[in-house]
């Protein structure tokens, strides 16, 4: 396949730059290094109420056509982040493609088990589509791979669990953005050594614009961060909150809770029935502030009767933001949390809410 096979048409607005710039380079790269006939029909467009890292897009393959809905990743390290995206396509009749840079050879085989089609830059391939079927697998990532990688920063950095705390307090509460490093590691509760890494890398990965405060800081993409921190947060910041599970004797418990302002805050099913007004709460989850989850804790298994259990509905969790006035005014969790809470459920009835909470973000 030569360039030309390669649609040129300008791409939907929606679609980000670096993911229209990713879904390009995989596409080139299956006819560049194999003689397998991959084109793109109609450009890609945005999906999911806008969620920047996913896109819809029509393919020639080998002369056949195919919808596939496609998420893209920068990196992808673990069995548990492709199960996450496996439980995407299975919710949807069109077919999941997974684009990214470059995926090992175990992590490939991972996606040729569980059924998951995928394409990257290093030509590495495993796509199905009526009467054709094509695996590549094995090729080592080139110097596309490599420049794209330095292009978009660090990767490792932006994703850890000090970085994900940090950008959930920058878009909760964008002004951080131009205040001292000091204040922006207090309302994250990180160490200020943190603080400049992930703002370089944020800017080599074209997310974010202006040097320092002087300069005016901002974003260029939230949602694409929005739409990473919700992939990361399950699987890097989550098993750092040390959660705890509980039963309640009344599963009504939670409607007549006293939780302390400000040092307590609901998340999951309660905080979206609260701003949804649209879903009965089955399971309760509740951040508190680590100083004082203890008291908190011990006053609610009190009243309420609460024993533990580890598979129990009753989930509480360290809160790990510290945003003022912004956040002691409220008794629910940032919308978010409220929503990566929701995504990570996987249940359906949470996701139509999930869906509410984004069409109408508050942060």
Request: charged share 25%; hydrophobic share 40%; proline share 5%.
């Given at each position: 396949?030569?360039?030309?096979?390669?649609?040129?048409?300008?791409?939907?607005?929606?679609?980000?730059?670096?993911?229209?710039?990713?879904?390009?380079?995989?596409?080139?790269?299956?006819?560049?290094?194999?003689?397998?006939?991959?084109?793109?029909?109609?450009?890609?467009?945005?999906?999911?109420?806008?969620?920047?890292?996913?896109?819809?897009?029509?393919?020639?393959?080998?002369?056949?056509?195919?919808?596939?809905?496609?998420?893209?990743?920068?990196?992808?390290?673990?069995?548990?982040?492709?199960?996450?995206?496996?439980?995407?396509?299975?919710?949807?009749?069109?077919?999941?493609?997974?684009?990214?840079?470059?995926?090992?050879?175990?992590?490939?085989?991972?996606?040729?088990?569980?059924?998951?089609?995928?394409?990257?830059?290093?030509?590495?391939?495993?796509?199905?589509?009526?009467?054709?079927?094509?695996?590549?697998?094995?090729?080592?990532?080139?110097?596309?791979?490599?420049?794209?990688?330095?292009?978009?920063?660090?990767?490792?950095?932006?994703?850890?669990?000090?970085?994900?705390?940090?950008?959930?307090?920058?878009?909760?509460?964008?002004?951080?953005?131009?205040?001292?490093?000091?204040?922006?590691?207090?309302?994250?509760?990180?160490?200020?050594?943190?603080?400049?890494?992930?703002?370089?890398?944020?800017?080599?990965?074209?997310?974010?614009?202006?040097?320092?405060?002087?300069?005016?800081?901002?974003?260029?993409?939230?949602?694409?961060?929005?739409?990473?921190?919700?992939?990361?947060?399950?699987?890097?910041?989550?098993?750092?909150?040390?959660?705890?599970?509980?039963?309640?004797?009344?599963?009504?418990?939670?409607?007549?809770?006293?939780?302390?302002?400000?040092?307590?805050?609901?998340g999951a099913e309660i905080a979206a029935s609260r701003l949804t007004r649209q879903l009965r709460p089955i399971t309760q989850t509740l951040y508190v502030e680590p100083d004082a989850r203890q008291d908190v804790t011990l006053a609610l298994a009190k009243r309420h009767r609460l024993r533990a259990d580890p598979s129990g509905p009753i989930e509480i969790l360290d809160a790990f933001w510290n945003l003022g006035e912004t956040s002691r005014d409220q008794d629910t969790a940032p919308a978010l949390l409220v929503y990566a809470d929701?995504?990570?459920?996987?249940?359906?009835?949470?996701?139509?809410?999930?869906?509410?909470?984004?069409?109408?973000?508050?942060?």
């Open positions: 396949m030569n360039k030309s096979a390669v649609s040129r048409s300008p791409l939907n607005p929606q679609v980000s730059p670096h993911v229209a710039d990713l879904i390009r380079g995989a596409i080139h790269a299956a006819g560049k290094r194999t003689s397998i006939n991959l084109s793109s029909i109609d450009p890609p467009s945005a999906t999911r109420h806008g969620a920047s890292n996913h896109a819809r897009i029509t393919l020639d393959v080998n002369g056949v056509v195919q919808q596939y809905d496609v998420e893209t990743r920068l990196r992808i390290k673990t069995r548990a982040e492709l199960e996450t995206i496996g439980q995407w396509g299975r919710m949807s009749v069109i077919p999941t493609l997974l684009v990214v840079p470059h995926l090992t050879p175990a992590l490939a085989e991972e996606c040729v088990k569980r059924g998951l089609q995928f394409i990257d830059l290093a030509g590495n391939m495993h796509l199905h589509a009526p009467g054709q079927y094509m695996l590549v697998i094995g090729r080592g990532s080139g110097e596309a791979v490599k420049r794209l990688k330095h292009a978009t920063g660090r990767t490792v950095t932006s994703a850890s669990a000090s970085a994900l705390r940090m950008i959930f307090a920058l878009l909760c509460e964008p002004s951080l953005l131009n205040r001292s490093y000091r204040e922006i590691a207090s309302a994250a509760g990180i160490a200020l050594g943190t603080v400049g890494p992930v703002l370089e890398d944020l800017r080599e990965r074209r997310l974010l614009t202006g040097k320092d405060e002087r300069h005016g800081r901002r974003f260029l993409d939230p949602e694409t961060l929005r739409d990473e921190w919700v992939t990361n947060y399950p699987l890097r910041l989550l098993s750092k909150l040390n959660a705890q599970r509980f039963t309640a004797q009344d599963s009504s418990w939670w409607e007549n809770a006293e939780i302390p302002a400000g040092q307590a805050w609901w929701l995504i990570r459920t996987r249940e359906p009835r949470n996701l139509e809410a999930a869906a509410l909470i984004r069409e109408n973000w508050t942060l």
